[in-house]
């Protein structure tokens, strides 16, 4: 796993990532909701020259049921190039795969063969729990000091603190917990950083037992779930700020900090107001000694007729946006936001982070909408851009359309289905890729969440070089 030379993936500064080759690879996160079939890793040809391009030709079955796998990431990225990086020769080869509902985590290994993943090791619920007393892992991000996974639940039962564990860079084990003086913090969701000013940022979204059976109108009503967003002295491992962003303000859920390491702003997506059903998009930034967090985009809720919404929302009369992920170009110039209830993928022009302009859009599926992928016009979508990635160079973003299994019985009761859409960015259009959507069976009955792009991604690697 120890190379004598850096990664040829890896990058010291963004606009060195930007320039990398494009991927030939995705891989896909794939899961049973029914429990009855393993989850799996699927892996999807990108390469536009290929005759197998937009097709699914690898497939890595995992030895569970029942895990439901969820944002997976690397073991090691461009971060470790930073200074104080102790592993400045790992390389970019293991999948890191966090089970949500098992509260397993897999890794696998994609060296021998891209397209077959191979597992070699299972990190056991019991060792996360007996190690980091946590429990339902999240979300994976590839650190220079080790392997940092978000979980959402204490180690034992279905409440908090949620957190951050540590997993080692050359054997996978459970270090511990992350937080050394975690204050008040106590629900948990998504983290990133600004690794240069040693400045680490968490969200919320809600214990276990508030999320695993679906929303829960008494709660989200009640104003319970996660709207604080919180700042932490990385080196210290201790929480310094909390913003609370006004408990109407439901879910404070994607975290997507800017790439130039000399930048100290970032984005955060709001999932839903209890107010009027908006979305909302926010900005970080320093202000004085600290951070301020401001509103940024307001994404209203589109009227509808309750005969055509699911019971959860009948009573309102209308369609809410649901922004459940946002994704930063590496060049830090265009946000996408997804609002998977409306069906529609939002490209905003970021270059003035306090005053987005919304450059275009796609519409896929949708909970009236249902749109079709040009590809296929006459087959109407369930679900809607969920889970966005885009490529290195910016020219390229992936989405599928999966939330969170019992979300998506919620909003989509007469069935969520599979798909991968691809949009081509250019320099005046925004378009979906007509030759590119992997769907329905080619999924083998699972619904499928994250992606990863092979050599990676816009969400994948932190950088510690400016540009």
């Excluded at 021998?112 to 056991?124: A, F, G, N, T, Y």
């Amino acid at each position: 796993m120890t190379r004598w030379t850096p990664d040829p993936t890896f990058y010291p500064s963004p606009s060195d990532a930007a320039g990398a080759p494009a991927e030939k690879l995705a891989y896909v996160a794939a899961f049973d909701r029914a429990a009855e079939k393993p989850d799996a890793i699927a892996v999807i040809d990108t390469d536009p020259a290929s005759a197998e391009y937009g097709r699914v030709v690898g497939w890595t079955d995992l030895p569970h049921t029942g895990d439901e796998l969820h944002h997976f990431g690397w073991n090691a990225c461009s971060s470790a190039l930073c200074p104080t990086a102790p592993h400045p020769h790992v390389e970019r080869r293991y999948l890191i795969v966090p089970g949500l509902r098992s509260s397993r985590i897999y890794v696998l290994d994609t060296r021998d063969d891209p397209r077959s993943p191979q597992l070699v090791k299972e990190i056991s619920a019991a060792e996360l729990a007996a190690k980091a007393d946590y429990s339902r892992p999240h979300t994976v991000h590839c650190g220079p000091d080790g392997i940092y996974v978000s979980a959402l639940g204490a180690g034992r039962g279905d409440d908090g603190p949620g957190g951050i564990a540590i997993l080692d860079h050359q054997t996978f084990d459970v270090r511990g917990a992350w937080e050394a003086d975690r204050g008040d913090q106590y629900l948990a969701y998504d983290f990133w950083w600004h690794l240069t000013q040693d400045v680490l940022v968490t969200s919320e979204w809600g214990t276990p037992g508030m999320i695993e059976d679906g929303i829960v109108p008494e709660l989200l009503l009640g104003r319970r779930y996660g709207h604080r967003i919180h700042f932490w002295d990385l080196a210290k491992r201790s929480l310094v700020q909390t913003v609370d962003l006004g408990d109407q303000y439901q879910m404070a859920l994607e975290l997507r900090p800017a790439h130039e390491p000399t930048a100290s702003h970032g984005f955060l997506g709001v999932v839903i107001s209890v107010v009027d059903l908006s979305a909302s998009i926010w900005v970080w930034h320093r202000s004085g000694g600290g951070f301020e967090v401001r509103k940024i985009i307001d994404i209203p809720a589109e009227p509808a007729d309750p005969a055509l919404l699911p019971p959860a929302l009948q009573p309102f009369g209308a369609v809410p946006p649901l922004v459940t992920d946002i994704d930063l170009s590496v060049d830090d110039k265009y946000l996408y936001v997804s609002c998977w209830g409306t069906g529609e993928l939002r490209r905003y022009d970021v270059s003035d982070p306090f005053h987005p302009v919304l450059k275009d859009s796609v519409h896929l599926g949708g909970i009236v909408r249902r749109t079709p992928h040009p590809a296929f016009p006459d087959e109407p979508l369930a679900g809607g851009p969920q889970m966005i990635e885009v490529s290195r160079d910016g020219e390229r973003v992936y989405v599928t359309n999966s939330l969170y299994g019992s979300w998506d019985d919620q909003f989509y009761p007469d069935g969520v289905g599979a798909w991968l859409a691809k949009a081509d960015v250019t320099a005046g259009a925004f378009t979906l890729d007509q030759r590119f959507f992997p769907h329905g069976d080619e999924f083998r009955g699972r619904r499928v969440h994250q992606t990863r792009l092979q050599g990676g991604d816009a969400s994948s690697d932190s950088y510690c070089f400016p540009s």
